[in-house]
């Protein structure tokens, strides 16, 4: 425990630093497109242009989902899921990839995965705001149910970090786990319910039980429901232990082997 307290004081203490090169790498990512940062909002958008083509209009025939349409629906699930795919790789690779500022200077490098993390905030708001648009063009009006988007956001980045941790710690250790996180990241595209509602009598229970034990399923549909006024986070008692456990599992198991291994990082890389 007394590692993860280190881990999240290192956080707090270098908010500056987070912040600072979190926007340079977004500048310097691209600089050298012509549309710079454009990219970072206009590449979702064209995502979700190409899921709404494809399984909104294509597949369910543009029906609705549990009375609402099928776009305000999927864009509020897919605006999480891409801040949290992104983050989640990106995190994986921050420290194999800065073994230079690792082994030059005195730097905290338990902070690495968190710049990546806040470096892909700006397209989340953006996105986060664009979905609003949506639901208010399909008739979604706001309710007190959107407050707890507060809860479900700090539980994302509480899961991020306590992921982005675990993962970028691994990554340097074994060389393969990045490509391995790759493709489980891909098939939970599919399994986190950002496409299909599998809350519906359409799929058997024991088979949605096991789906809802998943962080991501749990952070997408937390903001569905709040969107969609469809309840309380407090009203999921048993999937709020679950979650804060993988939580705390993530975070008590990446700090441990961070700080195990973290002065041989260079070595190691």
Same mark, same amino acid.
């Given at each position: 425990?007394?590692?993860?307290?280190?881990?999240?004081?290192?956080?707090?203490?270098?908010?500056?630093? %987070?912040?600072?090169?979190?926007?340079?790498?977004?500048?310097?990512?691209?600089?050298?497109?012509?549309?710079?940062?454009?990219?970072?909002?206009?590449?979702?958008?064209?995502?979700?242009?190409?899921?709404?083509?494809?399984?909104?209009?294509?597949?369910?025939?543009?029906?609705?989902?549990?009375?609402?349409?099928?776009?305000?629906?999927?864009?509020?699930?897919?605006?999480?899921?891409?801040?949290?795919?992104?983050?989640?790789?990106?995190?994986?690779?921050?420290?194999?990839?800065?073994?230079?500022?690792?082994?030059?200077?005195?730097? #905290?490098?338990?902070?690495?995965?968190?710049?990546?993390?806040?470096?892909?905030?700006?397209?989340?708001?953006?996105?986060?705001?664009?979905?609003?648009?949506?639901?208010?063009?399909?008739? %979604?009006? #706001?309710?007190?149910?959107?407050?707890?988007?507060?809860?479900?956001?700090?539980?994302?980045?509480?899961?991020?970090?306590? /992921?982005? %941790?675990?993962?970028?710690?691994?990554?340097?250790?074994?060389?393969?786990?990045?490509?391995?996180?790759?493709?489980?990241?891909?098939?939970?595209?599919?399994?986190?319910?950002?496409?299909?509602?599998?809350?519906?009598?359409?799929?058997?229970?024991?088979?949605?039980?096991?789906?809802?034990?998943?962080?991501?399923?749990?952070?997408?549909?937390?903001?569905?429901?709040?969107?969609?006024?469809?309840? *309380?986070? *407090?009203?999921? #008692?048993?999937?709020? %232990?679950? /979650?804060?456990?993988?939580?705390?599992?993530?975070?008590?198991?990446?700090?441990?082997?961070?700080?195990? /291994?973290?002065?041989?990082?260079?070595?190691?890389?």
């Amino acid at each position: 425990m007394k590692e993860v307290i280190t881990l999240v004081k290192e956080q707090f203490e270098n908010l500056g630093i %987070i912040f600072r090169i979190s926007r340079y790498e977004d500048k310097a990512e691209y600089q050298s497109h012509y549309l710079g940062l454009m990219w970072e909002y206009l590449y979702p958008l064209i995502q979700i242009g190409i899921y709404w083509l494809v399984f909104g209009i294509g597949l369910k025939h543009g029906n609705s989902t549990h009375g609402v349409n099928y776009l305000p629906w999927m864009v509020i699930g897919i605006t999480p899921w891409f801040f949290m795919n992104r983050s989640t790789l990106d995190a994986s690779k921050s420290i194999y990839q800065r073994v230079g500022m690792v082994s030059k200077m005195k730097f #905290p490098v338990s902070v690495l995965p968190t710049i990546k993390i806040v470096g892909n905030l700006s397209s989340f708001w953006t996105m986060l705001v664009f979905s609003i648009v949506i639901g208010f063009i399909y008739g %979604i009006t #706001p309710s007190l149910y959107w407050l707890q988007w507060i809860y479900y956001f700090v539980a994302m980045i509480a899961w991020l970090v306590a /992921f982005g %941790i675990f993962n970028s710690t691994i990554s340097v250790l074994v060389r393969d786990y990045r490509i391995l996180l790759q493709s489980v990241m891909r098939m939970l595209f599919y399994l986190s319910g950002v496409l299909f509602n599998f809350e519906t009598g359409a799929f058997p229970a024991p088979f949605v039980r096991v789906l809802q034990l998943n962080p991501f399923f749990y952070i997408i549909s937390g903001f569905r429901q709040s969107m969609l006024s469809q309840g *309380w986070f *407090w009203e999921r #008692p048993t999937l709020n %232990i679950i /979650f804060w456990g993988f939580v705390l599992f993530f975070l008590l198991v990446g700090s441990h082997l961070h700080y195990k /291994f973290r002065s041989r990082f260079v070595d190691l890389i």
